[in-house]
């Protein structure tokens, strides 16, 4: 069983930049893909990224590329999103989730476990 908890955060004026992480425990041996999905207030859950597990495959949102970026950290089994020129209408829920297959995928569906998210707040 693979535990997720996300990290970071918070509030920042557009413009800004801000890094949530999501730290993976347990059997993390058994990873094979992770992403990170945001909701907005009144939206359905959107892909923004997902990375291989060994880091070297990265999949970006068109509305976040250019903007936004996803690592790992191997040494503590962190995923990391590095958010840059935020914009107000990133301000949602960001989830962590990891996958059940080995691509980096969009698709919601291919997803089992998930974080309890973490709120970014964009101010204008």
């Known amino acids: 069983q693979v535990q997720l908890v996300e990290t970071g955060g918070g509030l920042v004026q557009a413009g800004g930049s801000l890094r949530v992480s999501c730290v993976a425990s347990g059997r993390t041996d058994r990873i094979y893909a992770m992403g990170w999905f945001r909701q907005r207030s009144g939206k359905e859950r959107e892909f923004v990224a997902a990375i291989g597990w060994s880091g070297a495959s990265t999949r970006i949102a068109d509305s976040v590329k250019g903007r936004f970026t996803i690592s790992r950290v191997t040494a503590t089994n962190t995923i990391v999103l590095h958010m840059s020129s935020l914009k107000p209408e990133d301000t949602a829920i960001y989830y962590c989730?990891?996958?059940?297959?080995?691509?980096?995928?969009?698709?919601?569906?291919?997803?089992?476990?998930w974080g309890q998210g973490i709120q970014v707040t964009v101010s204008s």
């Open positions: 989730a990891e996958a059940f297959r080995g691509t980096p995928s969009e698709n919601l569906s291919e997803y089992n476990l």
